[in-house]
């Protein structure tokens, strides 16, 4: 059974910096997708980036291109999300997902995932 545990996230104030990790265990970590996810309360959960199997291909949402940087480290099980110059509208819960998707696959739609972890809640302040 697949594990997703996140952490990082936390109160900063608008145009601060968080670095969010998610440590997966129970399955192939490095063959798969991940992808980060948020929901802002009162919304629907969105799509905000995901990483291929080796790191090399990244996708986001346009609401975070330019600030946001989705990594993985496959030698510790472990993806993470650096945000930058971040807004009063980046705050909700974020959920690491994944890992999905056919093995060494290049892209896996936001659709397609379908393991979560807990959330960890990120809060921007004026």
């Known amino acids: 059974q697949v594990q997703l545990v996140e952490s990082g996230g936390g109160l900063v104030q608008a145009g601060g910096s968080l670095r969010l990790s998610c440590v997966v265990s129970?399955?192939?970590?490095?063959?798969?997708?991940m992808g980060w996810f948020r929901q802002a309360p009162g919304k629907e959960r969105e799509f905000v980036a995901a990483?291929?199997?080796?790191?090399?291909?990244?996708y986001y949402a346009d609401s975070v291109k330019g600030r946001f940087t989705i990594s993985r480290d496959n030698a510790k099980n472990t993806v993470y999300l650096q945000m930058n110059s971040l807004k009063l509208e980046d705050t909700g819960v974020y959920y690491c997902?994944?890992?999905?998707?056919?093995?060494?696959?290049?892209?896996?739609?936001?659709?397609?995932?379908?393991?979560w972890g807990q959330g960890t809640q990120v809060t921007v302040s004026s």
């Open positions: 129970g399955r192939t970590f490095s063959r798969y997708a």
């Open positions: 997902a994944g890992p999905e998707g056919p093995r060494y696959s290049d892209y896996v739609a936001p659709t397609d995932f379908r393991s």
């Open positions: 990483v291929n199997w080796s790191g090399g291909r990244t």
